[in-house]
């Protein structure tokens, strides 16, 4: 069996049948300038000549030859050049001597107007030194008139001359065509011996590759091995192309630099005269970017899935939640004199509320649609801030080290959700590395070039700040590595991770505008590199808002709407420890009627904002503000108020005020009398 290598780098050209129209076009090409197609119409003759006797003469010999004629009989200089301008012709008789010019200046008018016409001189004046001096002139040929029998042959030779000539014009200039089509064309283009070694490539294939002409001709195509495929891959690649048929898939190559690129790719074989095959020819299209594309477009799909079931998650375990640690509350401040041990077990009962509140925060996070708090930042600050947190998240045998860029680096950010991504992403590092390491947190300002952008799918220009933490942790895998920010994709053990993490912080990245890069080497460690767009300093860094004390109770009179009965038996029973009265509703319909009975009494409207029987939270709330301007309104959900459409913008309109559950049981009287509180 013939030994063939098993690696070479085409890519994956774009039709099939292409070699059959391109192996024999040379021979086709010859054969077609060796035999032109005859002319199937009357030849088109202008004859020069002051006898009109022997101009007849002419015409009778060439017809009784058998061609058909248009004969044109010009007498002197002035029409002949008339002629010329007038009509193509497909062969020019002209005499040698005449009275208003000679044969010699016929010839150079008509070689200026129609340099390829065959011309002939005819005379019966014609010296050896004068047929010379025409032929030199650019005459096809000449007759003495004495020798009639030499005009018929000597016409036939120059109009199949003629033609030739004019059928090779044209097959060199399609040739010329063509090379330059090959040599300007977009797409990658190589040609190689059965063996695999190139032969010619175009200068779209130095561009794509990174070599040039003089480093790949005479060179094997394996010089372009990515690794990425495996012997049946290129095994499959050979057997098809010596079978003769054409080969087409997608490949990744190596360009000189040592960086990877996808290619679309058509392998035809090409035949010889013999119809053995000689070359193969390759067109290649660089997919590269379209492929990212496509990798960020299914990410796309899964986040807005994961969005999606976040969104129908939220509002009902988000309700679960608020009656789990609202009970537990509910016990703690009213025993006052409750065991230790009881006590503990509802602490844990809160705690753990709180960590699934967490957990859906997460996922509100992922999907970018949790309520985002934008103002600037000091990301070095935010850092500063959380270093005890992060020093206690991890353990003695990790060495945590900060190393913060020259000068403020300002981002425009929601500070909550810039602390969850450095907590998550530390977190992620101490569990790749349980033996210890070190572990390194560093911001630095930095410009992003074109040229990079261009290299980098998703990064742009421009001016950035990048957070980076590194740890020297086991790595993760190659074949793990472009899967790490899907939701709920893990390597932990079962009970050790959720898999929402990195994808939490792909998400609040995103939504932040930015864009992450990971580098990671197995056993060696990983690094995860954020970009945030940077922002001059601000004039004057806006302080955190102090929090005011606010009174925990009250009189007034609440109307309360809520269609989950535990949710709002356990908020009915919380405003009224505190003194509030409190009329329920369980949806928009028994809250007209409630409030038709008491809207002098009512002073505030608690309502949920997604709610069954047609009336939404804020239509409810349009209803009654419309009766009673001067109603206070709080609103309270599992979804944010960006998911619920347009009621952001309602809720700052109507100066009402927003609680996402859940929520402990203190910041819902704080809120509760903060709203009652708003002048």
């Excluded at 086709?28 to 197609?37: G, S």
Aim: glycine fraction near 8%.
């Amino acid at each position: 069996m013939q030994n063939i290598p098993l690696q070479t780098p085409f890519p994956p050209p774009g039709g099939k049948g292409q070699g059959e129209g391109q192996r024999d076009l040379g021979k086709r090409l010859l054969l077609e300038a060796e035999n032109p197609a005859p002319i199937d119409r009357p030849l088109r003759i202008l004859h020069l000549e002051d006898e009109p006797d022997y101009s007849d003469l002419v015409k009778g010999m060439l017809q009784q030859a058998g061609l058909q004629l248009e004969m044109t009989l010009v007498g002197n200089y002035a029409d002949f050049l008339a002629a010329l301008e007038k009509n193509e012709f497909d062969i020019i008789l002209a005499d040698y001597s005449l009275p208003t010019c000679t044969g010699i200046q016929a010839l150079q008018a008509a070689r200026e107007k129609h340099p390829d016409t065959p011309f002939l001189l005819v005379s019966g004046m014609l010296g050896e030194q004068a047929a010379i001096e025409g032929l030199k002139r650019g005459a096809t040929d000449y007759v003495l008139k004495q020798w009639p029998d030499r005009l018929v042959p000597a016409v036939r030779r120059a109009l199949q001359e003629a033609r030739e000539r004019a059928h090779r014009k044209r097959v060199e200039a399609s040739l010329r065509l063509q090379s330059a089509a090959l040599e300007s064309a977009a797409n990658a283009m190589v040609i190689t011996d059965r063996a695999g070694t190139v032969t010619w490539a175009n200068p779209a294939f130095t561009r794509l590759t990174g070599y040039s002409t003089q480093e790949i001709v005479g060179q094997s195509t394996n010089l372009l091995k990515s690794g990425r495929h495996g012997q049946a891959f290129y095994q499959d690649l050979w057997e098809t192309i010596m079978a003769g048929r054409v080969w087409c898939a997608e490949l990744v190559n190596r360009r000189k630099d040592g960086s990877l690129y996808t290619e679309d790719c058509t392998i035809t074989p090409v035949r010889d005269h013999s119809g053995d095959i000689s070359h193969f020819i390759a067109v290649k299209q660089d997919i590269t970017a379209r492929k990212e594309l496509e990798s960020q477009l299914r990410q796309a799909q899964k986040m807005e899935a994961i969005g999606q079931l976040a969104g129908g998650v939220a509002h009902d375990f988000n309700n679960l939640l608020v009656v789990i640690r609202g009970n537990a509350e509910l016990v703690l401040m009213s025993a006052l004199h409750l065991a230790d041990e009881p006590r503990e077990c509802l602490n844990q009962i809160t705690a753990a509320a709180e960590r699934a509140a967490n957990l859906t925060r997460q996922l509100l996070a992922f999907s970018r649609k949790q309520s985002m708090l934008s103002r600037p930042l000091d990301l070095n600050g935010v850092i500063a801030n959380l270093t005890g947190m992060l020093r206690r998240l991890i353990s003695e045998n990790i060495k945590l080290q900060f190393v913060y860029g020259a000068g403020e680096a300002f981002v425009q950010a929601d500070a909550g959700m810039m602390e969850q991504v450095l907590v998550n992403l530390v977190v992620n590092a101490r569990d790749a590395m349980p033996s210890g390491g070190q572990l390194l947190v560093t911001t630095r300002k930095t410009t992003v070039e074109e040229t990079y952008a261009r290299a980098h799918p998703e990064a742009r220009a421009g001016e950035f700040v990048c957070l980076s933490v590194a740890d020297a942790g086991t790595g993760i895998l190659p074949e793990h590595l472009p899967h790490i920010f899907e939701p709920f994709f893990t390597t932990k053990e079962p009970g050790k991770g959720t898999g929402l993490g990195l994808a939490t912080v792909y998400g609040i990245v995103k939504q932040h505008q930015g864009w992450l890069e990971v580098s990671s080497r197995v056993g060696q460690g990983t690094t995860f590199e954020i970009f945030l767009p940077a922002i001059p300093p601000p004039l004057a860094t806006p302080a955190s808002p102090g929090a005011e004390p606010a009174p925990r109770g009250g009189a007034e009179t609440i109307l309360l709407v809520e269609d989950d009965l535990a949710v709002r038996s356990l908020t009915r029973r919380v405003l009224e420890t505190s003194g509030y009265r409190v009329w329920e509703a369980a949806n928009g319909v028994q809250a007209l009627e409630l409030w038709r009975r008491h809207p002098a009494e009512i002073r505030l409207l608690v309502t949920d904002m997604v709610m069954p029987d047609g009336i939404t939270g804020r239509e409810l709330a349009e209803r009654l503000l419309a009766e009673k301007p001067g109603l206070k309104v709080l609103f309270i959900s599992g979804y944010t108020p960006d998911v619920a459409g347009r009621d952001t913008e309602f809720i700052r309109r109507s100066k009402s005020c927003f609680l996402q559950k859940p929520y402990p049981s203190n910041l819902l009287l704080e809120t509760v009398r903060h709203c009652l509180d708003e002048p």
